[in-house]
T-cell receptor
């Protein structure tokens, strides 16, 4: 395991459909983050987990969004009833709590297009 | 509101020149900053970080300068190469690992 892995890399879905993305963090990392990035903008924080506990959620995370990390390892991000405004790159990152600088390592992202 | 932002959205340089990318932040309580490089279709890649108790930190071909008086951050890239072409973001780490990103600067290096 050399980095954060995200699946799928690309997803095209019709408006109203549900989608689920997966993130596999670096194996020893106990913190996992989800970010959303739209074209020309920096990533925006959505939520983060420490082990299996979801500790913070952004106001950007509407009721249609849910994230889980059931065993404290991989995480899923589900979007229900997708809207065109959900089209974005969804980035996952992980870090190790206790490491002084807490450098977050990012995955390649899942690009979602809602048509 | 509190934010992290960038002065210049685009920067074009010739190969071999030095590049300077600037960033302004508004939260005076910020104490940790990171520069990320993002290439097309990829996630952000850590370049260098700096804490507020420092005003300069050097890496390989990169230097970050922090001016707390004017709340300004800069990234200097020495001898810029075509492979340095990317979008560069400064980010503020308020809660361990929770990052607030600026808008980004597009760096284009011409051979």
């Amino acid at each position: 395991d050399t980095g954060v892995s995200q699946d799928p890399r690309h997803k095209i879905t019709k408006r109203g459909q549900n989608v689920t993305f997966r993130c596999d963090p670096i194996s020893e990392h106990n913190r996992l983050y989800w970010y959303r990035q739209t074209l020309g903008q920096g990533p925006e924080f959505l939520t983060y987990f420490q082990n299996e506990a979801q500790l913070e959620k952004s106001r950007l995370l509407s009721d249609r969004f849910s994230a889980e990390r059931p065993k404290g390892s991989f995480s899923t991000l589900e979007i229900q009833r997708t809207e065109q405004g959900d089209s974005a790159m969804y980035l996952c990152a992980s870090s190790l709590r206790g490491k002084a600088d807490a450098e977050a390592f990012f995955g390649q992202g899942t690009r979602l297009t809602v048509v | 509101g509190e934010s992290v932002g960038l002065h210049l959205p685009t920067l074009s340089v010739q190969e071999g020149d030095n590049s300077i990318i600037n960033c302004a932040y508004s939260n005076s309580a910020s104490d940790y900053f990171i520069w990320y490089k993002q290439e097309s279709g990829k996630g952000p890649q850590f370049i260098i970080d700096i804490r507020s108790n420092m005003d300069k930190r050097q890496g390989q071909r990169v230097t970050v300068l922090l001016n707390k008086t004017v709340k300004h951050l800069s990234l200097q890239i020495a001898a810029t190469q075509p492979g340095d072409s990317a979008v560069y973001f400064c980010a503020e780490n308020l809660v361990l690992g929770k990052l607030t990103f600026g808008q980004g600067t597009i760096l284009t290096v011409h051979p």
